[in-house]
């Protein structure tokens, strides 16, 4: 649950409909997280990721069960995961349309440019993130594993 005064900037319909041409599109999973900084001010960065997506390739295996009445699940395999972030309420009315407009075409584009996730690559993060200062969104990536 978010503190008052936030709200998610986007729904699932939205992210959806902006990613529903990416090829990886039907492996995606997508959620809505309160896992951000702007939720633990002081905030001192002119900027917040408001979408942040993972990939991971990790070899798959099925973990021992700790007892025999629970089933073991399998883990690793290739994971492709949304996060929507939260925003200031009073910003989502400027921030929905950004998104909409610039920020998930710049991440359907890396997705399906060539440098998006595969092949040997472990882990990989991105992230739109927001800048209150100037008003623009950028595709923030992070160093592949």
């Not at 690559?121 to 739109?128: E, G, N």
Request: aromatic letters at 12%.
């Amino acid at each position: 649950m978010l503190p008052r005064g936030f709200s998610y900037p986007l729904g699932a319909s939205a992210v959806g409909d902006a990613l529903a041409s990416v090829p990886q599109y039907d492996k995606f999973t997508l959620s809505f997280s309160n896992q951000s900084p702007i939720l633990h001010p002081p905030l001192r960065i002119p900027g917040y990721p408001v979408i942040r997506f993972t990939y991971s390739n990790y070899p798959e295996y099925t973990p021992r069960a700790e007892s025999t009445t629970s089933r073991p699940r399998r883990q690793g395999g290739e994971r492709w995961h949304f996060d929507v972030l939260p925003v200031l309420f009073e910003r989502r009315e400027i921030i929905q349309p950004l998104l909409i407009s610039t920020g998930l075409p710049l991440l359907r584009d890396w997705l399906t440019g060539p440098d998006y996730p595969a092949g040997q690559t472990k882990r990989l993060a991105c992230s739109i993130w927001y800048f209150e200062d100037t008003g623009v969104m950028k595709l923030h990536i992070e160093e592949p594993v």
